[in-house]
């Protein structure tokens, strides 16, 4: 199993932010540790109180801890593509992959939510609906990036996307004229990317996903499917449609170039001496994160990390976030020995790689730290790790 930690944050004061110091410190601890990754979202405003602040770029973040370090593994989770032009997306994801001497991973989202996601609304044409809308726009710029990192000649039609955009070139002298990219009358017909990545033919891909819909998806676009919210048996039925749908692609021979195929989790983590230290820091933290992301109708939530042969329980509705979590099996959180059992249980079923998700308000990153070395030293060496 691979481990890795996320989430860039800080939980307190944020007057200040950002405290870049925390990231770069953190960086150099996780790798001191042997951990193979670290991951920075893109969350955007400070509206919300109980919502730790994450950097607004995670590629700028990215290119940041890559100075700081040697081998760890620099991911997003991920980059909000709706709200970015994916050349731009491209040429920086690349240029990051060289900084980092070819340890980027690149994870993008359609966006947590569209109070977010609105405010960021291209000047595109494009009637936005976070849901519908943002979920085909990403995949859209995903096939747009890849062209680009091909390092060839390209042309896109798309549903939001189309290059090149018209451009006459005709005062152009014709000698000068490439014919890859101007028409014999002038027009601009291709363009070609610049920087291409490092890593061939790309950099690993990932995708924040939660249905069994976006997670089938994404297997068939040869992207790793990232679930942060499902409970044991809602990641088992998930992990197994992925692995269905990757085997039929590669039988079918339709998986494109570059496929990364896997599966990650996201999971609240948090290791203490004893149980009761770990419940007493991730208790108030879980309750307060969750309770503003899903608000009063937050047993909606909870059905949606369920299995489908799985149903909410009457007690389940109104019982905390904490015990709703710890009773599902969907965090790792306790004492070293608790947390190795937790994670057995999903090695059982093919976990690959866990994402730690402790950047939650009211755990301070001196918590946090204490919490990684505990982890380090007493969770991983029961696992084969890569």
Same mark, same amino acid.
């Given at each position: 199993?691979?481990?890795?930690?996320?989430?860039?944050?800080?939980?307190?004061?944020?007057?200040?932010?950002?405290?870049?110091?925390?990231?770069?410190?953190?960086?150099?601890?996780?790798?001191?540790?042997?951990?193979?990754?670290?991951?920075?979202?893109?969350?955007?405003?400070?509206?919300?109180?109980?919502?730790?602040?994450?950097?607004?770029?995670?590629?700028?973040?990215?290119?940041?801890?890559?100075?700081?370090?040697?081998?760890? !593994?620099?991911?997003?989770?991920?980059?909000?593509?709706?709200?970015?032009?994916?050349?731009?997306?491209?040429?920086?994801?690349?240029?990051?992959?060289?900084?980092?001497?070819?340890?980027?991973?690149?994870?993008?989202?359609?966006?947590?939510?569209?109070?977010?996601?609105?405010?960021?609304?291209?000047?595109?044409?494009?009637?936005?609906?976070?849901?519908?809308?943002?979920?085909?726009?990403?995949?859209?710029?995903?096939? @747009?990036?890849?062209?680009?990192?091909?390092?060839?000649?390209? !042309?896109?039609?798309?549903?939001?996307?189309?290059?090149?955009?018209?451009?006459?070139?005709?005062?152009?002298?014709?000698?000068?004229?490439?014919?890859?990219?101007?028409?014999?009358?002038?027009?601009?017909?291709?363009?070609?990317?610049?920087?291409?990545?490092?890593?061939?033919?790309?950099?690993?891909?990932?995708?924040?996903?939660?249905?069994?819909?976006?997670?089938?998806?994404?297997?068939?676009?040869?992207?790793?499917?990232?679930?942060?919210?499902?409970?044991?048996?809602?990641?088992?039925?998930?992990?197994?449609?992925?692995?269905?749908? @990757?085997?039929?692609?590669?039988?079918?021979?339709?998986?494109?170039?570059?496929?990364?195929?896997?599966?990650?989790?996201?999971?609240?983590?948090? @290791?203490?001496?004893?149980? !009761?230290?770990?419940?007493? @820091?991730?208790?108030?933290?879980?309750?307060?994160?969750?309770?503003?992301?899903?608000?009063?109708?937050?047993?909606?939530? !909870?059905?949606?990390?369920?299995?489908?042969?799985?149903?909410?329980?009457?007690?389940?509705?109104?019982?905390?976030?904490?015990?709703?979590?710890?009773?599902?099996?969907?965090?790792?959180?306790?004492?070293?020995?608790?947390?190795?059992?937790?994670?057995?249980?999903?090695?059982?079923?093919?976990?690959?790689?866990?994402?730690?998700?402790?950047?939650?308000?009211?755990?301070?990153?001196?918590?946090?730290?204490?919490?990684?070395?505990?982890?380090?030293?007493?969770?991983?060496?029961?696992?084969?790790?890569?």
């Amino acid at each position: 199993m691979r481990f890795d930690s996320g989430l860039l944050a800080h939980v307190g004061d944020i007057s200040h932010y950002p405290e870049v110091h925390e990231w770069k410190e953190l960086a150099q601890l996780l790798e001191s540790l042997g951990y193979t990754g670290v991951w920075a979202a893109e969350h955007h405003f400070a509206w919300d109180q109980g919502i730790t602040p994450t950097p607004t770029n995670p590629l700028m973040a990215g290119a940041y801890i890559a100075g700081a370090t040697n081998k760890l !593994r620099i991911g997003q989770c991920g980059v909000n593509l709706a709200a970015h032009h994916p050349l731009r997306v491209a040429e920086d994801v690349a240029t990051l992959d060289h900084m980092s001497d070819g340890r980027a991973e690149f994870g993008f989202m359609k966006g947590l939510n569209g109070k977010v996601s609105l405010q960021f609304d291209p000047a595109t044409g494009i009637k936005r609906d976070h849901d519908r809308t943002n979920g085909e726009l990403i995949w859209d710029s995903f096939e @747009v990036i890849k062209k680009f990192w091909s390092g060839k000649p390209f !042309r896109h039609d798309g549903p939001f996307f189309t290059f090149p955009y018209p451009w006459d070139g005709s005062a152009i002298p014709k000698a000068l004229r490439d014919p890859q990219y101007y028409s014999e009358d002038g027009k601009l017909i291709a363009l070609r990317g610049l920087p291409t990545p490092r890593q061939k033919p790309i950099p690993p891909c990932y995708v924040m996903v939660d249905s069994i819909p976006s997670t089938l998806q994404a297997a068939e676009k040869g992207v790793v499917a990232v679930g942060w919210a499902q409970t044991l048996e809602g990641s088992k039925e998930r992990w197994a449609a992925y692995r269905e749908a @990757v085997r039929k692609a590669k039988a079918a021979e339709t998986l494109p170039v570059g496929a990364t195929s896997g599966t990650a989790m996201m999971r609240p983590t948090f @290791v203490a001496r004893t149980s !009761r230290e770990a419940e007493q @820091v991730m208790r108030p933290a879980l309750n307060t994160l969750f309770s503003k992301i899903f608000g009063l109708n937050h047993w909606l939530g !909870r059905k949606a990390m369920l299995a489908s042969w799985e149903s909410l329980r009457p007690e389940e509705e109104t019982m905390d976030w904490f015990d709703f979590f710890l009773g599902r099996k969907q965090c790792f959180v306790g004492s070293p020995e608790e947390v190795t059992e937790q994670l057995k249980q999903y090695e059982a079923i093919g976990a690959e790689h866990l994402i730690m998700y402790w950047a939650m308000p009211h755990i301070s990153f001196e918590q946090q730290k204490s919490s990684l070395k505990l982890f380090a030293e007493k969770v991983m060496p029961n696992f084969r790790t890569n």
